[in-house]
């Protein structure tokens, strides 16, 4: 589980397809305190650490199924991509965001974006399975960020990046087209589920 609090900005080292994708993530972590086996969520993708390096900058490497690739944004990686960042909760830890699973629902796009004053508004257009569960002032998390929607118009909402946002993680250079990873809020997923079947 994860709260949606980015704690690094990594980037990919390299990329190898071996059935499945392997990836190589640079970090500012100290992999020194990270076991074989952790789970990192990496653009709020949750990803099983299997080798761990210092040279010539501290690193992991992942393995990423086609059915992830498929359900997220992944397919758009490539060397230098920045990647949003965040080990594991652990018992007693702040849940300074919302609960995350870190199980990418669908990809969002990226229709609009202004400066208001200092902060940013980006607006998303979410996949028509996964629109129903946005709701005004609730949680989501994009790209493994924990954000709250300000607005919702069908299948468009918005969201306000603050500058503490946009400066400790990758939403600072956000762009129209972007392909967004979406997780929608696990207690909407329940209510419509009782909605539909209670």
Same mark, same amino acid.
């Given at each position: 589980? !994860?709260?949606?609090?980015?704690?690094?900005?990594?980037?990919?080292?390299?990329?190898?397809?071996?059935?499945?994708? +392997?990836?190589?993530?640079?970090?500012?972590?100290? %992999?020194?305190?990270?076991?074989?086996?952790?789970?990192?969520?990496?653009?709020?993708?949750?990803?099983? %650490?299997?080798?761990?390096?210092?040279?010539?900058?501290?690193?992991?490497? %992942?393995?990423?199924?086609?059915?992830? *690739?498929?359900?997220?944004?992944?397919s758009?990686?490539? *060397?230098?991509?920045?990647?949003?960042?965040?080990?594991?909760?652990?018992?007693?830890?702040e849940?300074?965001?919302?609960i995350?699973?870190?199980?990418?629902?669908? *990809?969002?796009?990226?229709?609009? *974006?202004?400066?208001?004053?200092?902060?940013?508004?980006?607006? !998303?257009?979410?996949?028509?399975?996964?629109?129903?569960?946005?709701?005004?002032?609730?949680?989501v998390?994009?790209?493994?960020?924990?954000?709250?929607?300000?607005?919702?118009d069908? +299948?468009? !909402?918005?969201?306000? !990046?603050?500058?503490?946002?946009?400066?400790?993680?990758?939403?600072?250079?956000?762009?129209?087209?972007?392909?967004?990873?979406?997780?929608?809020?696990?207690?909407?997923?329940?209510?419509?589920?009782? +909605?539909?079947?209670?």
């Amino acid at each position: 589980m !994860f709260t949606g609090i980015v704690t690094d900005i990594g980037h990919v080292l390299a990329l190898e397809q071996r059935g499945d994708l +392997r990836a190589r993530i640079g970090t500012g972590y100290d %992999v020194g305190g990270i076991d074989i086996g952790a789970s990192i969520a990496c653009e709020g993708v949750c990803l099983t %650490v299997i080798a761990l390096g210092r040279e010539p900058q501290n690193w992991f490497d %992942v393995e990423i199924s086609a059915e992830t *690739v498929a359900a997220s944004n992944v397919s758009g990686w490539r *060397v230098g991509t920045p990647l949003n960042l965040e080990r594991a909760l652990k018992v007693g830890d702040e849940l300074g965001g919302h609960i995350v699973s870190g199980h990418v629902d669908g *990809v969002a796009e990226v229709v609009a *974006v202004h400066d208001e004053g200092d902060s940013t508004r980006v607006t !998303f257009r979410a996949p028509d399975d996964l629109a129903r569960f946005i709701a005004p002032k609730g949680s989501v998390a994009l790209n493994g960020t924990s954000l709250t929607v300000n607005a919702v118009d069908g +299948r468009e !909402f918005g969201v306000n !990046f603050i500058p503490h946002t946009k400066a400790a993680t990758t939403w600072g250079a956000v762009a129209v087209s972007d392909r967004v990873n979406l997780e929608i809020d696990t207690m909407a997923r329940y209510v419509a589920r009782l +909605r539909d079947y209670g």
